[in-house]
Nanobody, 115 residues
């Protein structure tokens, strides 16, 4: 059974970079043709797909966030990482990582952007 564990600061100051890391266990991020996604849910809103890194290292971004988003991976640690630059209070949300065709999800973590 694949498991995803998120980590990173839960509080970020405005203008700083918001960073999240997802560690995958029970499977490899380089296999099975999976894509590894970052998704968030802001208060009172639906789920928003932010971007993904593929099993082959390819990256994909939401057009609305592309200018501020970078997703990378560390295959030696079986991790993938989200960086969202120039954070604003509007980036306050619960952040999730997901993979395996959205069959596997991290626990979701509240990240607040506030001074």
């Amino acid at each position: 059974q694949m498991q995803l564990q998120e980590s990173g600061p839960g509080l970020v100051k405005p203008s700083q970079t918001l960073s999240r890391t997802c560690t995958v266990s029970g499977g490899s991020i380089t296999s099975d043709y999976y894509y590894w996604n970052w998704i968030r849910q802001s208060p009172g809103k639906g789920l928003e797909w932010m971007g993904a890194v593929g099993y082959d290292g390819s990256t994909y971004y939401s057009p609305s966030l592309k200018s501020r988003t970078s997703i990378s991976r560390d295959t030696s640690k079986n991790q993938f990482t989200l960086q969202l630059s120039s954070a604003t209070p509007e980036d306050t949300a619960v952040y999730y990582c997901s993979g395996g065709g959205y069959g596997f999800w991290g626990q979701g973590t509240q990240v607040t952007v506030s001074s």
